[in-house]
């Protein structure tokens, strides 16, 4: 913990003027950002008694080790640079949105030459005009389904739009009237756009005059008895209107506005924001953050309103913005908004009418919003719990088994027989200490002797680690060689050491596991309370006979089979039954699950390995390039395989001795059998590589 008294600027070193300022820690890393009318006046703020300061500050300043600042000219420029170094260093201390989805948007790609309508989600492309965000995906498709009557604009892919075009035939929307069809020439490029611009017009709200229009058109045919053409128009002005009902009027005087809402306690806040477009809701979405800082409502709002336009420009920033509190300048941010938006923007409080109704709305969606995440958050750790619980009552447990390690056996008709060992701490997969074996002491399909091996293997480990580490003193007892010399212990293979190999997925927590001295993390260095064989009872007598040889007795053993779900233990002659509605059942199952997920996938990346080999892959010397040169100058390995010494020598950058290498160690493989294609009866040649195409 550093004292921020040793880092702290002398205040005439402070100007105090407009500016930005980063603390850092001892690693040079920035913790915190933050903006300031009078940078002097705010510093002085982080540098007074610690017991004033808010717990969170406290945190903050007591965790950085220097301070810097950048001056800026206005208010406006210090608000910019706040948001892109915040955005660039993900500072741990300032507040976070996160949001569980990502929301898609009704997208246009007017960066093409013939637009397309389709649903977007993720980051947001040049030259693209987006609608929304919507809650759901089909909400989009049906409103885009109703105006494709009146905007019959592509919504094809780029593949579906070639092919039409080279084959001459449009696909079944430009049949029933959807799609102008613009593949195959039946409109031009400038109608087309003219019809992508006037949809776009109609979802930004200028919903009126097509309408109206419409039914001008309507009027006029049936006056002049073309009665088929009007019901068309009658029926594509019903189109419009139902489009336009799913979004029902909030605001009178086509207002385009947004309405951001907080909802916050002592350590969380939600944001809900309600995107009104022409007068209606158009779009909806949230966020929920932690208050890593000190933070007020008007300081989450200038948060999220960051978070909200720091990327968009043009439309995308509506004229007004409401929200509960303003932020701490609300000059500069209103003047930010404009220069994004690239007019005026009111940022203000609703005080009356509608719009102080509807920011009720959406302040009651905010409580919502938190309520929900919060009881999530508590289900989530309640229902491991409980799994807990269950589980250390079903096997009679004296606690609730917080480390849990399960292990699987995968091979294909005894070749590459590999094992997996995945950890759970508290319910939740640690996937930072993941494992994986291969069985190397003998060659064939034995589970239960694979089992045997690698519990072995794995808990020899562990004692050699407390016998490095000095967790455990030497006793009368421990002068047994059995016990100096784990991997002599009992009749267990001893084998080589099990090759591990790095994590499948990386583990985001893996600062936190336990280190040696050069900081790489301890791999077995601590015991479960539960080990879980995938398996019956042949499977737990293995895995229990590996532990009684190490003489560790101190760690429960089960098996989950698959036939039944039941649950065996070392000792008992008939399984634990759990209910199937049980959390402690289902959390075995994820755990064994995931056990035969890992197994499994690097018995096929060994498998995939192993058969993509070459003879030539042994002759020593001979590298990439020169194997592909052979491969080349012959055409296979099969060929290669029949020439001669002299002939070998031929190839550029093949000497005498290379030649008599690559020779004898073709001589010394055997061809393997002719592969057969059952469907045509041709033989499957060996292809450059060596291995079956």
């Known amino acids: 913990m550093a004292d921020p008294s040793s880092y702290r600027p002398k205040p005439g070193q402070i100007p105090d003027s407009p ?45 950085a080790a220097s301070v810097e600042w950048t001056v800026v000219s206005t208010e406006v420029e210090a608000l910019q640079l706040e948001y892109s170094w915040i955005k660039e260093y993900d500072p741990r201390f300032n507040v976070k949105y996160r949001d ?12 093409e ?18 609608f929304g965000p919507y809650g759901h995906a089909w909400a989009i498709r049906e409103t885009v389904d109703l105006m494709l009557r009146v905007f019959p604009v592509r919504t094809c892919s780029a593949g579906v739009f070639k092919n039409a075009a080279r084959t001459g035939r449009p696909c079944l929307l430009g049949y029933i009237g959807k799609c102008s069809a613009p593949c195959v020439g039946r409109v031009t490029p400038e109608e087309h756009r003219e019809l992508a611009d006037d949809f776009c017009d109609f979802m ?32 594509d002005a019903e189109a419009l209107k139902r489009a336009m009902e799913k979004s029902a009027v909030v605001l009178a005087d086509a207002t385009d506005a947004d309405l951001i809402a907080v909802a916050e306690d002592e350590l969380e806040a939600a944001v809900q924001i309600f995107h009104v477009r022409g007068g209606r809701v158009r779009g909806q979405r949230g966020w929920v953050t932690d208050k890593v800082e000190n933070v007020d409502t008007s300081g989450l709002v200038e948060h999220a309103i960051q978070q909200l336009y720091g990327e968009e420009a043009g439309d995308a920033v509506p004229k007004e913005v409401l929200v509960p509190a303003l932020p701490e300048d609300p000059d500069a941010v209103s003047q930010w908004l404009a220069d994004r938006r690239g007019s005026q923007v009111s940022l203000r409080i609703p005080q009356r009418g509608d719009k102080k109704d509807l920011m009720a709305t959406v302040q009651r969606n905010a409580l919502q919003a938190l309520g929900l995440h919060k009881t999530k958050r508590a289900s989530d750790l309640t229902t491991r719990s409980r799994a807990l619980e269950e589980i250390s009552e079903a096997l009679g447990l004296d606690t609730a088994p917080l480390r849990i390690e399960c292990f699987d056996i995968s091979h294909l008709q005894g070749d590459d027989v590999v094992a997996s060992m995945v950890v759970f701490e508290d319910g939740l997969a640690r996937k930072g200490e993941y494992r994986r074996f291969q069985i190397k002491s003998f060659e064939g399909q034995d589970d239960v002797r694979s089992m ?84 019956g009872r042949p ?33 008992d002659d008939d399984p634990v039954v759990l209910p199937r509605s049980s959390e402690g059942l289902y959390l075995l199952q994820r755990i064994r699950d995931e056990a035969h997920r890992f197994a499994i996938t690097y018995q096929r990346a060994r498998r995939a390995k192993r058969i993509r080999s070459s003879p030539l892959d ?38 005498r001795r290379t030649a ?6 073709l001589a010394s493989t055997t061809p393997a059998t002719p592969a057969v294609n059952t469907a045509t009866g041709e033989i499957i040649e060996e292809d450059d590589g060596g291995s079956k195409t």
């Open 100 to 111: 569980d989805k990502s929301y898609p948007y009704l997208a246009v790609t007017l960066n």
């Open 452 to 535: 045997h091996e690698v519990i072995g293997r794995r808990f020899r480990r562990y004692l050699q680690e407390k016998e490095r580490t000095g967790e455990w003193e030497e006793t009368p007892a421990d002068t047994d060689p059995a016990r100096t010399d784990p991997a002599r212990t009992g009749p267990a293979p001893t084998g080589p050491t099990p090759a591990h190999s790095a994590p499948e997925d990386p583990a985001p927590d893996s600062a936190a596991e336990p280190r040696e001295d050069d900081g790489r993390p301890k791999r077995f260095a601590y015991p479960p309370q539960l080990l879980v064989v995938d398996g």
């Open 539 to 571: 499977q737990v007598a293995a895995a229990k006979r590996a532990l009684d040889e190490l003489g560790i007795d101190d760690i429960a053993v089960c098996g989950l089979a698959k036939r039944l779900e039941e649950v065996w233990l070392p000792d």
């Open 19 to 63: 500016g930005v300022y980063r603390f850092r820690d001892e690693h040079r890393r920035v913790i915190y950002v933050g903006k300031a009318k009078n940078l002097r006046q705010r510093l002085a703020n982080y540098f007074q008694d610690l017991a004033g300061l808010h717990p969170r500050t406290r945190t903050m300043v007591t965790t």
């Open 660 to 665: 008599e290498s690559v020779a004898a160690a």
């Open 618 to 655: 042994d002759v020593a010397g001979l590298g990439e390039t020169r194997k592909q040169a052979l491969i080349k100058h012959f055409g296979s390995v099969k060929k290669l395989r029949q020439a001669t010494i002299d002939e070998i020598c031929e190839v550029p950058g093949i000497g």
């Open 113 to 130: 030459e013939f637009p397309r309508v389709q649903v977007m989600r993720g980051a947001k492309k040049k030259g693209v005009r987006y």
């Open 204 to 235: 930004a709200g200028r919903t009126g005059a097509y309408i109206r229009r419409l039914e001008k058109d309507m009027m006029a045919a049936a006056e002049e008895m073309e009665y088929e053409r009007a019901a068309r128009l009658r029926d």
